[in-house]
């Protein structure tokens, strides 16, 4: 009995080894390693080299980061992915207890050199070592990417701007005969997708609209797929901090148009409102974008409104000088009137005192009238009406030049009432524009 143990337990131990299922990573290693073995990732996956790869691309726009106007730049966090056919990779899953996918290192596998044209810069993109490949020897490939790109950006219409940025992909160096391009989904369905697209920042996401072409070029002929992201600025903060206190100070500014001219508290008005504008813009210069290709709109309205001020503040100062000249001017001849001629063989005489004397009786005059008298006192009469004459004539000069400066505020005041509706129909159309698209 004692030889029958031993073949009990090697019969035993065969039927547990039977029983037992084998483990699923065995064969998923001995199927990465059967693919890997003698795989050639810089060679093209296909057996007939004619044959085109086609690489399937779709884009999802997750956010707008940031929009730098001044260097041409913007900056948007996309979901990327990459489909093609790799015929080196293929197997038959009932061999490999039913796998149909797997992952595989993306350094190990052939992978397309598509590249963004737009790129400046890619800042915090996380790296995903790893691709999925299914049993007919189809690789997909998923990567989320913080771009950072070259656009053309309009800031004209601020803070009521579109702009339209493009996203072009192509091979850097196979041609459409070796490697082409086509979308992963419809372009229907990419235009208007904005599931993923976060909706809370400044920007939002009107569409992505997307083409297929050929570029032509001495290197050959290129498969490039161009996405257009469309996006608009919500310009509700800029209207409540930017726009609203500027309509009010120009219409203060507007107000300071029915002091009179001559005024001297206009000055000071104008001086004030001419700091608080300086102020205001110095401290909203964040706020405006800076452009070296396009000057905002408000940007041009700020400098025009304060120009017009700063030209009515001109006008006020002339016309306080000139009247302050004048007024000057008067003093020195009426002190050199009164003062009185000077005889050539006798003292300087008062002329009022002369006229006092004139108004003696004849009797009186007859007896103290000295030779001359008479003489002295016409040349001090013909002093007076020259004096009433030149004071006449600066009187009409001063009416003059005043009608004159009050048509020239008043046609600064027209203008200004002009540019500030113009600048009000420009607003409320480009917001009716903006609304509508």
Same mark, same amino acid.
């Given at each position: 009995?004692?030889?029958?143990?031993?073949?009990?337990?090697?019969?035993?131990?065969?039927?547990?080894?039977?029983?037992?299922?084998?483990?699923?990573?065995?064969?998923?290693?001995?199927?990465?390693?059967?693919?890997?073995?003698?795989?050639?990732?810089?060679?093209?996956?296909?057996?007939?080299?004619?044959?085109?790869?086609?690489?399937?691309?779709?884009?999802?726009?997750?956010?707008?980061?940031?929009?730098?106007?001044?260097?041409?730049?913007?900056?948007?966090?996309?979901?990327?992915?990459?489909?093609?056919?790799?015929?080196?990779?293929?197997?038959?899953?009932?061999?490999?207890?039913?796998?149909?996918?797997?992952?595989?290192?993306?350094?190990?596998?052939?992978?397309?050199?598509?590249?963004?044209?737009?790129?400046?810069?890619?800042?915090?993109?996380?790296?995903?070592?790893?691709?999925?490949?299914?049993?007919?020897?189809?690789?997909?490939?998923?990567?989320?990417?913080?771009?950072?790109?070259?656009?053309?950006?309009?800031?004209?219409?601020?803070?009521?701007?579109?702009?339209?940025?493009?996203?072009?992909?192509?091979?850097?160096?196979?041609?459409?005969?070796?490697?082409?391009?086509?979308?992963?989904?419809?372009?229907?369905?990419?235009?208007?997708?904005?599931?993923?697209?976060?909706?809370?920042?400044?920007?939002?996401?009107?569409?992505?609209?997307?083409?297929?072409?050929?570029?032509?070029?001495?290197?050959?002929?290129?498969?490039?797929?161009?996405?257009?992201?469309?996006?608009?600025?919500?310009?509700?903060?800029?209207?409540?901090?930017?726009?609203?206190?500027?309509?009010?100070?120009?219409?203060?500014?507007?107000?300071?148009?029915?002091?009179?001219?001559?005024?001297?508290?206009?000055?000071?008005?104008?001086?004030?409102?001419?700091?608080?504008?300086?102020?205001?813009?110095?401290?909203?210069?964040?706020?405006?974008?800076?452009?070296?290709? @396009?000057?905002?709109?408000?940007?041009? $309205?700020? #400098?025009?409104?304060?120009?017009? &001020?700063?030209?009515?503040? =001109?006008? *006020?100062?002339?016309?306080?000088?000139?009247?302050?000249?004048?007024?000057?001017?008067?003093?020195?001849?009426?002190?050199?009137?009164?003062?009185?001629?000077?005889?050539?063989?006798?003292?300087?005489?008062?002329?009022?005192?002369?006229?006092?004397?004139?108004?003696?009786?004849?009797?009186?005059?007859?007896?103290?009238?000295?030779?001359?008298?008479?003489?002295?006192?016409?040349?001090?009469?013909?002093?007076?009406?020259?004096?009433?004459?030149?004071?006449?004539?600066?009187?009409?000069?001063?009416?003059?030049?005043?009608?004159?400066?009050?048509?020239?505020?008043?046609?600064?005041?027209? @203008?200004?009432?002009?540019?500030?509706? $113009?600048? #009000?129909?420009?607003?409320?159309? &480009?917001?009716?524009?903006? =609304?509508? *698209?």
């Amino acid at each position: 009995m004692a030889p029958l143990w031993p073949l009990v337990l090697v019969a035993t131990s065969g039927i547990l080894a039977i029983d037992t299922p084998h483990p699923r990573s065995s064969a998923l290693h001995h199927l990465t390693k059967q693919l890997l073995q003698k795989y050639r990732k810089e060679v093209r996956p296909v057996h007939n080299w004619t044959q085109a790869t086609t690489v399937y691309l779709d884009v999802f726009v997750r956010a707008v980061l940031d929009v730098d106007a001044q260097n041409q730049k913007l900056k948007t966090s996309v979901w990327y992915r990459e489909v093609w056919d790799d015929e080196f990779l293929s197997w038959n899953s009932s061999m490999f207890d039913e796998i149909r996918e797997i992952s595989l290192p993306l350094s190990a596998v052939w992978a397309p050199d598509i590249i963004i044209n737009e790129f400046v810069d890619i800042e915090r993109s996380p790296d995903l070592p790893y691709v999925y490949v299914n049993s007919s020897g189809t690789i997909k490939h998923s990567k989320p990417i913080q771009l950072v790109s070259v656009c053309s950006l309009d800031t004209y219409a601020f803070p009521f701007d579109i702009q339209n940025c493009s996203l072009t992909f192509n091979s850097i160096l196979h041609t459409v005969e070796d490697v082409d391009l086509a979308f992963l989904r419809s372009r229907e369905d990419i235009i208007h997708d904005q599931k993923a697209f976060f909706n809370d920042s400044e920007w939002e996401l009107l569409s992505v609209s997307s083409t297929y072409n050929i570029l032509q070029s001495s290197a050959g002929n290129f498969a490039q797929i161009q996405f257009n992201v469309v996006i608009r600025r919500r310009p509700l903060v800029y209207v409540v901090n930017l726009l609203i206190p500027s309509i009010f100070l120009m219409l203060v500014d507007l107000g300071s148009f029915y002091l009179p001219p001559t005024c001297h508290a206009r000055i000071v008005f104008k001086s004030s409102v001419l700091v608080g504008y300086t102020v205001f813009r110095v401290n909203m210069s964040d706020e405006v974008p800076k452009s070296t290709v @396009s000057t905002p709109l408000i940007g041009v $309205f700020f #400098t025009v409104c304060t120009a017009f &001020l700063v030209l009515s503040l =001109s006008t *006020s100062i002339l016309l306080v000088k000139f009247l302050h000249d004048e007024q000057c001017s008067r003093r020195q001849w009426t002190l050199l009137c009164l003062r009185g001629d000077t005889d050539e063989e006798g003292p300087r005489m008062d002329p009022w005192a002369q006229l006092a004397g004139v108004t003696e009786p004849p009797i009186c005059q007859e007896h103290q009238a000295q030779p001359g008298t008479l003489r002295e006192v016409w040349s001090q009469l013909q002093s007076i009406s020259s004096y009433l004459q030149t004071q006449d004539q600066a009187d009409q000069q001063e009416a003059g030049w005043l009608a004159l400066l009050e048509r020239f505020d008043r046609l600064l005041f027209q @203008s200004y009432l002009v540019v500030l509706g $113009f600048y #009000t129909i420009t607003l409320c159309s &480009l917001w009716v524009l903006w =609304s509508g *698209s």
